[in-house]
T-cell receptor
Framework: GENVEQHPSTLSVQEGDSAVIKCTYS??????FPWYKQELGKGPQLIID?????GEKKDQRIAVTLNKTAKHFSLHITETQPEDSAVYFC????????????FGRGTSLIVHP | GAVVSQHPSRVICKSGTSVKIECRSL??????MFWYRQFPKKSLMLMAT?????????EQGVEKDKFLINHASLTLSTLTVTSAHPEDSSFYIC???????????FGEGSWLTVV
């Protein structure tokens, strides 16, 4: 089955700096890679996703890049703000009706004001 | 994005009783719903996958007789924790998919405390 590795487990940055979280996956058939942000005591919220037919996607301060050959994808947050502090999860899933996503173990991002 | 609502957000129950958590997709039809359990500062642990109108598929190690999952309609799935014990205390989260491709959306989560 799919295996998703996520690094780092904890990331501490100063406000205004950039933050990068990296994930690797093992199943070459995976074609959908979402990122979720989970604030304390809440459910994860989808913040950006990318499909295997594109290499990069951007939405304001966040961007995701995908390298299918190397089987890794990354989340980039620029100009970080204290409200970006949360746990971020990457995931990978295959196409088809049974699209159970496999999640990474999460990255706790702390943005210091 | 799509909205998935979970209820109750917090529940306290006595040991030995059962408690039901509801998960609703408010603005789309969820062909598949997932139930997760999350321990403090830990990742999401998939408990089961349910498709509307069929029996849930449980992950290895999850007791299907203890965690009853029903997906009776395209907008509602329920998780019933039967004969709850303090070790069942946790954060339970549902997610739903069915809008586009394999995108899934999460509910707000339910904190269960068994005393």
């Amino acid at each position: 089955g799919e295996n998703v590795e996520q690094h780092p487990s904890t990331l501490s940055v100063q406000e205004g700096d950039s933050a990068v979280i990296k994930c690797t996956y093992s199943d070459s058939a995976s074609n959908y890679f979402p990122w979720y942000k989970q604030e304390l005591g809440k459910g994860p919220q989808l913040i950006i996703d990318i499909r295997s037919n594109v290499g990069e996607k951007k939405d304001q301060r966040i961007a995701v890049t995908l390298n299918k050959t190397a089987k890794h994808f990354s989340l980039h947050i620029t100009e970080t703000q204290p409200e970006d502090s949360a746990v971020y999860f990457c995931a990978a899933s295959r196409p088809g009706g049974s699209y159970i996503p496999t999640f990474g173990r999460g990255t706790s991002l702390i943005v210091h004001p | 994005g799509a909205v998935v609502s979970q209820h109750p957000s917090r529940v306290i129950c006595k040991s030995g009783t059962s408690v039901k958590i509801e998960c609703r997709s408010l603005d789309f039809q969820a062909t598949t719903m997932f139930w997760y359990r999350q321990f403090p500062k830990k990742s999401l642990m998939l408990m089961a996958t349910s498709n509307e109108g069929s029996k849930a598929t449980y992950e290895q190690g999850v007791e299907k007789d203890k965690f009853l999952i029903n997906h009776a309609s395209l907008t509602l799935s329920t998780l019933t924790v039967t004969s709850a014990h303090p070790e069942d205390s946790s954060f339970y989260i549902c997610s739903a998919g069915g809008i586009s491709g394999n995108t899934i959306y999460f509910g707000e989560g339910s904190w269960l405390t068994v005393v």
